[in-house]
């Protein structure tokens, strides 16, 4: 089925932000993990397979629409050297997420795709709970103190 032309860079440029946010996850995951926090490791290694699905819908939805995944496409990286720092990019990023997926819907609606629309809609709700999930971090770092924080990273998986 033949895609609108406004339709397919957006998706491509969805694309490529999942694309960064894996690969952005993955390092903040396994840098929790050499740190010694299982739980924070678990929580953002989950992030990232959720990024990577959010990839894998964006690519057949690309694909269903006759056009061409780009896959080789990075945005810059912002690894956090601490995990306070780590929290608050990716927070940022999942807030920019949210409005890129609100944008795309707008567009979606506009070329009359809903099934687009339906996609995107279903990805911008777990992008909502991955930035609620770094504020809800944030606010926890700021009552408890960050030594608090962190020695409650130590064992068992985050929820
Ligand atoms: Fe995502
Ligand atoms: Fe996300």
Request: include cysteine.
């Amino acid at each position: 089925m033949k895609g609108d032309k406004k339709m397919l860079p957006v998706l491509n440029q969805l694309l490529a932000d999942e694309l960064t946010a894996i690969s952005q996850y993955m390092v903040h995951s396994e840098m929790c993990e050499n740190w010694g926090y299982p739980r924070l490791h678990t929580a953002i290694e989950k992030q990232a397979m959720d990024e990577m699905h959010h990839a894998e819908w964006l690519i057949q939805r690309i694909i269903f629409l006759e056009g061409v995944p780009v896959v080789n496409k990075l945005n810059p990286m912002k690894i956090g050297k601490s995990v306070p720092d780590m929290i608050s990019n990716d927070e940022g990023d999942e807030l920019d997420a949210v409005k890129a997926y609100n944008a795309g819907i707008k567009l979606a609606r506009e070329v009359s795709d809903n099934g687009t629309v339906e996609l995107l809609t279903r990805i911008l709700k777990m992008e909502e709970g991955h930035a609620d999930w770094g504020e809800a971090q944030r606010d926890q770092i700021a009552q408890m103190g960050l030594p608090n924080y962190l020695a409650n990273q130590t064992e068992g998986p985050a929820s």
